[in-house]
T-cell receptor
Framework: SQQGEEDPQALSIQEGENATMNCSYK?????LQWYRQNSGRGLVHLIL?????REKHSGRLRVTLDTSKKSSSLLITASRAADTASYFC???????????FGTGTSLTVIP | EAGVTQFPSHSVIEKGQTVTLRCDPI?????LYWYRRVMGKEIKFLLH????????ESGMPNNRFLAERTGGTYSTLKVQPAELEDSGVYFC??????????????FGPGTRLTVT
């Protein structure tokens, strides 16, 4: 399988704490993207990091990419209750035709 | 601008019946993708349309699944006959450029299919 895997599967933290989720994948990639899914809704794109980038920031989000280890991490700083959702990493094949998602990390932020 | 819409939001059918899911992408998006998430598992790619052409349908599980995109606008995904293992959430996404080429996808809310 070329799908990624997120770690941990579930994470529960207190509001204000930082949340870190990891993603591993198996093939060479064009880019890696992180998505969020709130219960009952579609996936929302959070951030894209290209294969030649090592770190990227967007607001309270920080993403790192280590292509030698085929892994990425998503850090959410100063978490809020509204951050409660499932988070998925997705890798794009070099042709751009296929997108591989991981199993997701379920994040619960306790107010 | 309207986002990606999917219909129905939830469908409950009996094994052996037929169900057709519909996806309306964002206007002007040539690329349309179908995905499926079976309970507790990863989101799996099903197929990719570029306009009305199937660019990649390697993820379609078997010939009970038929996807169309007539005219390159909305797309339908038909399951006939449905089996219990087809239950899950079916997502549609669209993008201007192929998703892998520095382009993000916009997802619909999904259709939850329950086969009993």
């Amino acid at each position: 399988s070329q799908q990624g895997e997120e770690d941990p599967q579930a994470l529960s933290i207190q509001e204000g704490e930082n949340a870190t989720m990891n993603c591993s994948y198996k093939t060479s990639i064009n880019n890696l993207q992180w998505y969020r899914q709130n219960s009952g809704r579609g996936l929302v794109h959070l951030i894209l990091i290209r294969s030649n980038e090592r770190e990227k920031h967007s607001g309270r989000l920080r993403v790192t990419l280590d292509t030698s280890k085929k892994s990425s991490s998503l850090l959410i700083t100063a978490s809020r209750a509204a951050d409660t959702a499932s988070y998925f990493c997705a890798t794009a094949s070099n042709t751009g035709n296929q997108f591989y998602f991981g199993t997701g990390t379920s994040l619960t932020v306790i107010p | 601008e309207a986002g990606v819409t999917q219909f129905p939001s939830h469908s409950v059918i009996e094994k052996g019946q037929t169900v057709t899911l519909r996806c309306d992408p964002i206007s002007g998006h040539d690329n349309l993708y179908w995905y499926r998430r079976v309970m507790g598992k990863e989101i799996k790619f099903l197929l990719h349309f570029v306009k009305e052409s199937k660019q990649d349908e390697s993820g379609m599980p078997n010939n009970r699944f038929l996807a169309e995109r007539t005219g390159g606008t909305y797309s339908t995904l038909k399951v006939q006959p449905a089996e219990l293992e087809d239950s899950g959430v079916y997502f549609c996404a669209s993008s201007q450029s192929p998703a892998g080429v520095y382009s993000k996808q916009y997802f619909g809310p999904g259709t939850r299919l329950t086969v009993t």
